[in-house]
């Protein structure tokens, strides 16, 4: 993990700004990242990857979210897929896809649409059988890496159920938008794509067709929402080493900031949210390494917590800097608007808050 560290770390270098302003990471930096399994680094070592644990894997995501919320963000996109394929795939395809995958192809995973954002029983993109083909047709929105994507897992309709197929980004017939001037995550890659009559051997179809939405959906969605919590607690870290550093040298009326009281609250206040992020976090991962059945539940409640914890520190972050931070593209103004984008994403909060108050219904019946 520490060696997987150094390494991101030398790779971002003070990059994350620039990424920024450009509104991409460049293609060089995707491919050595994908090609030292950084990606999707839970991928097991039997199938190429470099098998860690959700715990392991979310430290490293928290550390290249502290660096650059984009870069995490192709992470996340490109875990959720391998996951994907993992879970839902059978043998031959988990076989063909995950090395690619684990070695660095990229991947994003579509399920938005224009009209399916919350509610994904809407999707209207359709998957039909042609002989030993399935031809793919439909919209799907805000499509994370899609940008640097050579795979696009591509849910739709499919029949009276649901299905995924993992299109190549290249085929006949996608065409992939990028969507301008994004609020956060600029260099994320996000997408509009648009699949008109796109054929795909119908053995690119995960583990056959037809199953429920709720189970493939929420299958694909428990790895990304894994993965932004811990980039939220990421946030959470850059933010508290900008303000420290920043509390610590500035002096305004003869001491430094840290040595008011109302600034230092600010800086005890940013270690809390952290600390909680880190927390629930880990008892996710915890769960998820465990096998534990608590895993849904503790994993909605950890991208809750962390992605509401990362906006308001971001913010606490952006005033205790004040005229410092409130520069385009500085860490923290960067922070403030990768975080409140995180509250939207893998389930809004208020959808996690319904999920929460389900769960919460159930056990304390
Ligand atoms: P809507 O569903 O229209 O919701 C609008 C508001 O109403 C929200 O506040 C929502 O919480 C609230 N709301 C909706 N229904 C309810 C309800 N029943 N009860 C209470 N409140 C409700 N999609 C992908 O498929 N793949 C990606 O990689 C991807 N990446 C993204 C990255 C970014 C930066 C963003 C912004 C979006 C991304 N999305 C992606 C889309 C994302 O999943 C949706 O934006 C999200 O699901 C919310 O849908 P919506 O934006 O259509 O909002």
Excluded at 242 to 254: E, I, Y
Aim: contains cysteine; aromatic residues 4%; hydrophobic residues 45%.
């Amino acid at each position: 993990l520490d060696r997987l560290r150094a390494f991101a770390d030398e790779l971002i270098g003070d990059s994350a700004d620039s990424w920024d302003r450009a509104g991409t990471i460049p293609e060089e930096i995707v491919r050595k990242a994908g090609a030292r399994g950084l990606m999707c680094a839970q991928v097991p070592e039997r199938h190429g990857g470099l098998g860690l644990s959700s715990a392991d894997n979310g430290e490293l995501t928290a550390f290249v979210g502290s660096r650059c919320s984009s870069l995490r963000s192709l992470m996340t996109s490109q875990g959720m897929a391998a996951w994907t394929v993992q879970r839902l795939g059978d043998r031959k395809q988990r076989a063909a896809l995950l090395p690619r995958l684990a070695g660095g192809e990229q991947a994003a995973v579509a399920f938005s649409e224009p009209g399916a954002g919350s509610d994904l029983s809407a999707m209207a993109t359709r998957i039909e059988p042609d002989g030993d083909r399935v031809v793919v047709t439909g919209e799907k929105v805000w499509i994370t890496a899609a940008c640097y994507a050579e795979h696009l897992v591509v849910f739709g309709r499919y029949g009276d159920g649901t299905a995924a197929v993992v299109v190549p980004a290249h085929a006949e017939g996608v065409r992939v938008e990028r969507v301008p001037e994004p609020l956060g995550c600029r260099a994320a890659g996000h997408a509009r794509v648009r699949l008109d009559g796109v054929r795909v051997p119908a053995a690119e179809v995960l583990g056959g067709a037809g199953q429920s939405t709720e189970l493939l959906v929420s299958t694909a969605l428990a790895y990304g929402r894994m993965s932004v919590a811990w980039g939220c607690a990421g946030i959470l870290r850059g933010a508290l080493a900008s303000v420290s550093r920043h509390a610590r040298t500035r002096t305004q009326f003869g001491k430094p900031l840290a040595g008011h009281q109302l600034v230092a609250r600010h800086v005890a206040e940013l270690l809390a949210a952290e600390q909680t992020a880190t927390r629930v976090c880990a008892h996710a991962s915890h769960c998820w390494d465990t096998r534990s059945p608590e895993v849904v539940s503790a994993t909605v409640l950890a991208k809750y917590v962390s992605s509401r914890h990362a906006a308001a520190g971001a913010a606490t972050a952006v005033q205790v800097l004040a005229s410092a931070g409130a520069q385009e593209s500085h860490p923290v103004a960067r922070a403030y608007r990768d975080a409140k984008l995180m509250e939207i994403i893998e389930g809004s909060n208020e959808i996690c808050e319904l999920l929460l108050a389900e769960h919460a219904l159930s056990v304390h019946a």
